[in-house]
């Protein structure tokens, strides 16, 4: 009996489907039982940050060379292992690790940012803070460009204070703060005061802005848009030395 057409087609498109699926098992076999070729690490640097560099991220794969990847059998490896190795780097803040079909073992790391710098008196050394309200060593690699925060009088800011429910708004400040290019170059250095109550200082003009509690925060710096707009380019920029702009609806100068 011959077959029709369409029946030759539906066979011979079968027959390469099971051609293609032997192969893939093949190569897939073939790559599971292979050493391991080459490390290639990535790091995204989407911010220009360099606070991990490729030679530390090869020396935590490898416990600092006592552990060689290079030709160790796929038996030898564990993938989430090193994983785990590369995210506990405090500036490490997503980390993949898997191998290709050549071999080669993959590290792809996407860096942990600073949004601010915790300035303490002679109690601790400076340190950063990540957008999660975490705190984060300063690196001998690379210095971030970030708003300095300080509480007035000195006190240290403890490492969980961003983090309680209280602190997250004034982590808010911050976020906003950084994701808003313009204030992330206006504001020079920011106080929490004694009474909770925030103030900046400017990177352009000597006007102290006082900001009241973290709350309504567009607001607020909707408010101070317009004085920059409105005042300094008709009075000039050393006319008033403080700008209040805690009230709602109100721009106090002073």
Not at 18 to 46: C, D, H, K, W, Y
Not at 208 to 235: C, D, H, T
Request: aromatic share 10%.
């Amino acid at each position: 009996m011959k077959l029709k057409p369409n029946a030759k087609n539906y066979l011979f498109a079968a027959a390469c489907l099971l051609l293609l699926i032997g192969l893939a098992v093949f190569a897939g076999l073939r790559q599971a039982n292979r050493p391991v070729g080459q490390v290639i690490v990535t790091i995204s640097n989407e911010f220009n940050n360099y606070f991990i560099s490729e030679q530390e991220v090869t020396a935590l794969l490898t416990r600092n060379g006592y552990q060689r990847l290079e030709g160790a059998r796929p038996e030898e490896l564990n993938l989430k292992a090193l994983e785990a190795r590369l995210k506990a780097h405090s500036f490490v803040r997503e980390a993949e690790v898997y191998r290709d079909l050549a071999g080669n073992l993959h590290a792809d790391v996407r860096q942990n940012r600073p949004i601010a710098r915790l300035i303490h008196a002679d109690t601790r050394r400076d340190s950063y803070l990540d957008a999660e309200g975490h705190e984060l060593p300063l690196s001998p690699l690379f210095t971030a460009r970030v708003v300095p925060v300080a509480r007035q009088g000195g006190a240290p800011i403890p490492a969980t204070f961003f983090r309680d429910s209280t602190g997250r708004r004034y982590l808010e400040v911050l976020r906003y703060i950084d994701e808003h290019p313009f204030w992330r170059a206006q504001v020079a250095e920011v106080f929490i005061g004694q009474n909770g109550k925030l103030a900046f200082t400017q990177q352009i003009g000597d006007q102290r802005v006082e900001f009241g509690f973290p709350e309504n925060i567009s607001e607020k710096f909707a408010k101070l848009m317009v004085f920059y707009r409105q005042i300094p380019p008709v009075l000039g920029w050393d006319t008033y030395h403080r700008v209040n702009v805690e009230f709602k609806d109100q721009i106090i100068c002073e």
